[in-house]
């Protein structure tokens, strides 16, 4: 996401959220969640709004932002590209779809491409094991995928 969405307005929202939620049992991870909603990542300069308004230390709030990987540190593209490397996925060939899926856009995992299209990262399990080797472009999962299959996939999500 653009620092655009660092704005008044978002800090706004931001506040508007801690409000509804700082006196509910479990506030942090949902004010977390919610602020994630609203700048696409949580930046340090999230962080320390919602430590502030929580009255809790910017640790504390950094500890629980990297302890989960459903948190984002940095922006990330418009289309999050999961690969699975969980052991199924792994010994039905996932990495050869990292592989093919770097190549194509000229992205390493964790990266996002240039234009910001897209962002690359490499999962565990998602609870397909079934459909190995498989991966998720935002809320869209592939399965049962080979090489072959990624330039078609990454189309869709180009134009």
């Keep these: ?3 655009s969405y660092l704005c008044e307005e978002s800090f706004a929202k931001l506040n508007k959220v801690i409000e509804d939620y700082k006196d509910i049992s479990g506030a942090l991870m949902l004010i977390l969640q919610e ?5 696409g990542y949580l930046p340090i300069e999230v962080q320390k709004v919602i430590a502030d308004s929580l009255n809790i230390p910017l640790a504390e709030v950094y500890g629980v932002v990297t302890f ?3 948190f984002r540190l940095n922006p990330v ?3 999050v590209i999961s690969v699975c490397l969980g052991t199924a996925c792994y010994v039905k060939g996932a990495q050869k779809l990292v592989d093919a899926i770097s190549n194509d856009l000229n992205i390493q995992v964790g990266e996002t491409s240039k234009d910001g299209n897209f962002t690359l990262e490499a ?5 397909a ?3 190995a080797p498989v991966l998720t472009v935002n809320e869209d999962v592939y399965g049962r995928l080979t090489e ?3 330039k ?3 189309a869709k999500y180009k134009k």
């Design 68 to 70: 989960y990987s459903q």
């Design 152 to 154: 078609n996939i990454l």
């Design 77 to 79: 593209g418009k289309n």
């Design 35 to 39: 602020a994630q909603e609203i700048f």
């Design 123 to 127: 999962t565990r399990c998602i609870g």
């Design 129 to 131: 094991c079934g459909l």
């Design 148 to 150: 072959a299959d990624i």
């Design 1 to 3: 996401m653009p620092t």
